[in-house]
T-cell receptor, first 114, second 112 residues
Framework: DTAVSQTPKYLVTQMGNDKSIKCEQN?????MYWYKQDSKKFLKIMFS???????INETVPNRFSPKSPDKAHLNLHINSLELGDSAVYFC?????????????FGSGTQLSVL | GDSVTQMEGPVTLSEEAFLTINCTYT??????LFWYVQYPGEGLQLLLK?????DKGSNKGFEATYRKETTSFHLEKGSVQVSDSAVYFC???????????FGPGTSLSVIP
């Protein structure tokens, strides 16, 4: 069983479109995250939710809207896609918030905006 | 702000060579330190961690020691294998901000 699963794995779309990426974890964790990895492999946090409540929003354009229907799911919707949104998006989870917590990552969604 | 710096890659080594990947951090207080590994086409996985000064994290032959005096957490392995080819990320976390800050990653290629 995959611990953190995200779909789709690949997403190719035109500029201006709206798209969603879904994430689910079956680990019973309270905290979920979205990270963006650029072409140079640099990884930056976008959002964090704890028990469905938003706790981190890292100056991400408001075209990006996360939604957590329950603590096992954290979806990412992106409006009006731009070329600069092309990246790999990783969902992750941890048992709870805290400095010693281990992150469990999904396998990523490669988004290409043409 | 808090940050993590790593040696630039790519690093190419022959099988059974000694590996060091340097990592230094800037942070106030007492962060926890981590090494994550990303194999091709996969998400990151925790490799090892250390939560206080002088702690040594170890896993799968990799080691790193938390050095507060030099603000470093260098990753070492005595004898690398082809299967160790991956991107390695140093990271830190503090209670005050409930997130993990990653370094830029160091790509390692091990050739037979």
């Amino acid at each position: 069983d995959t611990a953190v699963s995200q779909t789709p794995k690949y997403l190719v779309t035109q500029m201006g479109n709206d798209k969603s990426i879904k994430c689910e974890q079956n680990l019973g964790h309270d905290t979920m995250y979205w990270y963006k990895q650029d072409s140079k492999k640099f990884l930056k946090i976008m959002f964090s939710y704890n028990n469905k409540e938003l706790i981190i929003n890292e100056t991400v354009p408001n075209r990006f809207s996360p939604k957590s229907p329950d603590k096992a799911h954290l979806n990412l919707h992106i409006n009006s896609l731009e070329l600069g949104d092309s990246a790999v998006y990783f969902c992750a989870s941890s048992r709870q918030t805290g400095r010693n917590e281990k992150l469990f990552f999904g396998s990523g969604t490669q988004l290409s905006v043409l | 702000g808090d940050s993590v710096t790593q040696m630039e890659g790519p690093v190419t080594l022959s099988e059974e060579a000694f590996l060091t990947i340097n990592c230094t951090y800037t942070a106030t207080g007492y962060p926890s330190l981590f090494w994550y590994v990303q194999y091709p086409g996969e998400g990151l996985q925790l490799l090892l961690k250390a939560t206080k000064a002088d702690d040594k994290g170890s896993n799968k032959g990799f080691e790193a020691t938390y050095r507060k005096e030099t603000t470093s957490f260098h990753l070492e392995k005595g004898s690398v294998q082809v299967s160790d080819s991956a991107v390695y990320f140093c990271a830190l976390s503090k209670t005050s901000y409930d997130k993990v800050i990653f370094g830029p990653g160091t790509s390692l290629s091990v050739i037979p």
